[in-house]
């Protein structure tokens, strides 16, 4: 299929739709991770209301997905406007047996910024902390604290449709007190030209930090959301080894052109096999749909180091 150099799409994308929910008027940039013997995930769902609701879901396959038809009921000292905030963009993240999600919303006004929240059974939810001032759109973790601190990649905004965008790194003792921020990359030429995002946790290589990033450019016609890789330092991830010229995906298909906002390939969540070394990373599709690809880890690897 059309650019596809090494992740390829799953041929029954998209896997998530807004029939799958009722009420809904589209599925996107969702997380999903392994949870027991099968999959759990927090899906965006933007109702007809277009409000933006975080609701679970969960799969023997990690392609058959039931997602709840009510929002999260996020519990928490700082979850009180959570309900009315419009909450969207999740990221889940696993470390030692609690799974942390983070994600974008509109506590206060056109204040857009970062909450957190951490659930070991999906079903409670409590939240942590805001954990990034205003304005800040993208937020997700590492699956393993970094020189003994949690860490964590964002990237800074604006209230509006940001024309700029930076990969920025921080840390935490305690999840709830973040610094010692710094920058990571930024906007360079082509696909990435106007702003880049951080997508799915990194995941540990053995050159460092695997991580499949959003960038963007800005076009006569709107703007046009590519996903990218990365390979960061292992122990300063706010260093960056390699990083692929070439995007790994970018709008081609009818699901991934054509919708609420079109042209946006948006990857949001990554799994591994290790038996098969396979990645499934998972994508919002022009704002709609939820889209699968895979790729050889291995492959991956390579590609992005040789066209760095
Ligand atoms: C980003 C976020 C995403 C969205 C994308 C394209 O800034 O708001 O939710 O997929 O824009 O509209």
């Not at 029939?19 to 007809?48: C, L, Q």
């Not at 709008?251 to 946006?264: I, K, L, R, S």
Request: aromatic residues 14%.
């Amino acid at each position: 299929m059309a650019n596809e150099t090494i992740f390829k799409r799953y041929e029954g994308n998209p896997i998530i739709k807004p029939e799958d929910v009722a009420g809904a008027n589209s599925i996107f940039n969702s997380a999903v991770v392994r949870f027991g013997k099968g999959y759990a995930g927090v899906f965006r769902v933007d109702t007809t209301r277009l409000f933006s609701e975080l609701h679970t879901g969960f799969s023997d396959d990690a392609i058959n997905w039931k997602i709840n038809e009510k929002q999260i009921d996020m519990k928490g000292e700082t979850s009180d406007n959570y309900k009315v905030a419009s909450c969207y963009d999740p990221r889940v993240v696993e470390i030692d047996g609690t799974y942390y999600v983070t994600w974008c919303y509109y506590p206060a006004g056109i204040a857009c910024h970062i909450g957190i929240a951490k659930t070991k059974d999906f079903k409670k939810f409590t939240q942590i902390t805001q954990m990034m001032l205003p304005y800040n759109r993208n937020a997700v973790l590492f699956p393993a604290k970094v020189n003994g601190k949690f860490a964590c990649l964002n990237r800074p905004s604006d209230p509006f449709h940001t024309t700029f965008g930076e990969v920025f790194y921080c840390e935490s003792d305690d999840l709830i007190h973040w610094g010692n921020h710094k920058f990571v990359f930024g906007a360079t030429s082509g696909w990435q030209r106007s702003k880049v995002g951080p997508g799915p946790a990194p995941i540990k290589i053995k050159e460092g930090w695997l991580l499949i990033y959003h960038g963007v450019r800005i076009t006569c016609s709107g703007y046009v959301y590519c996903m990218g890789g990365a390979i960061l330092d292992g122990n300063k991830p706010w260093k960056t080894l390699y990083r692929c010229k070439e995007y790994l995906l970018a709008p081609a298909t009818t699901y991934e052109m054509v919708g609420d906002v079109p042209n946006v390939v948006f990857p949001t969540a990554l799994l591994h096999d290790k038996k098969t070394n396979q990645l499934s990373v998972y994508y919002g599709c022009a704002d709609t749909v939820v889209g699968l690809a895979t790729a050889d880890m291995g492959e991956l690897i390579k590609f992005i180091k040789k066209n760095s």
